[in-house]
T-cell receptor, first 113, second 115 residues
Framework: DQQVKQNSPSLSVQEGRISILNCDYTNSMFDYFLWYKKYPAEGPTFLISISSIKDKNEDGRFTVFLNKSAKHLSLHIVPSQPGDSAVYFC????????????FGKGTRLHILP | NAGVMQNPRHLVRRRGQEARLRCSPMKGHSHVYWYRQLPEEGLKFMVYLQKENIIDESGMPKERFSAEFPKEGPSILRIQQVVRGDSAAYFCASLYRNSGANVLTFGAGSRLTVL
């Protein structure tokens, strides 16, 4: 049972435009959400996070939006740059239940010149 | 990723051999997670350890896989009698708290190839 779903395996976006990566979750106990970025042959690196008490968190070009009623979050990157080409993983955890962090399958983002 | 050290980076084993993957968490961190990434798949949770304790091993296959995090030394993920399906990238991460929430810092991974 996949608790964190990233339904788009890949996404191509023109350089300079907005990239929107989507993530859905099924477990209503999740109260903290994270995005990780991964380049080939490297480990994932933490990008941005959001607590369930918020609906938006912004850090430079990266903004994460959370819609709790829809159990949906999205990562917006604007403007997209060539170095943003990577695999992006959505992850979720429940602070009150355990420390396990569940990851989605990832979305490969290609930034086109 | 410099803080979490994994070795070896690449490991090749023949079917039936044993694989040992090591992970040293960031200095001062006492919580280690192991994740596995199969080809074209996401990161699958395997096990969560504190020093000398296994906290959650719900993602570990029931047979051939074991993990430990001794009082001294790195955490070790051990796979006995490897099969081709064990070929994957194995990532270790250590945990830190960011405003009360859990954030994982990952190592660069160990890529296991079973011939």
């Amino acid at each position: 049972d996949q608790q964190v779903k990233q339904n788009s395996p890949s996404l191509s976006v023109q350089e300079g435009r907005i990239s929107i990566l989507n993530c859905d979750y099924t477990n209503s106990m999740f109260d903290y959400f994270l995005w990780y970025k991964k380049y080939p042959a490297e480990g994932p690196t933490f990008l941005i996070s959001i607590s369930s008490i918020k609906d938006k968190n912004e850090d430079g070009r990266f903004t994460v939006f959370l819609n709790k009623s829809a159990k949906h979050l999205s990562l917006h990157i604007v403007p997209s740059q060539p170095g943003d080409s990577a695999v992006y993983f959505c992850a979720a955890s429940s602070l009150t239940r355990d420390d396990k962090i569940i990851f989605g399958k990832g979305t490969r983002l290609h930034i086109l010149p | 990723n410099a803080g979490v050290m994994q070795n070896p980076r690449h490991l090749v084993r023949r079917r039936g051999q044993e694989a040992r993957l090591r992970c040293s968490p960031m200095k001062g961190h006492s919580h280690v997670y192991w994740y596995r990434q199969l080809p074209e798949e996401g990161l699958k949770f395997m096990v969560y350890l504190q020093k000398e304790n296994i906290i959650d091993e719900s993602g570990m296959p029931k047979e051939r896989f074991s993990a430990e995090f001794p009082k001294e030394g790195p955490s070790i993920l051990r796979i006995q009698q490897v099969v081709r399906g064990d070929s994957a990238a194995y990532f270790c991460a250590s945990l830190y708290r960011n405003s009360g929430a859990n954030v994982l810092t990952f190592g660069a991974g160990s890529r296991l190839t079973v011939l």
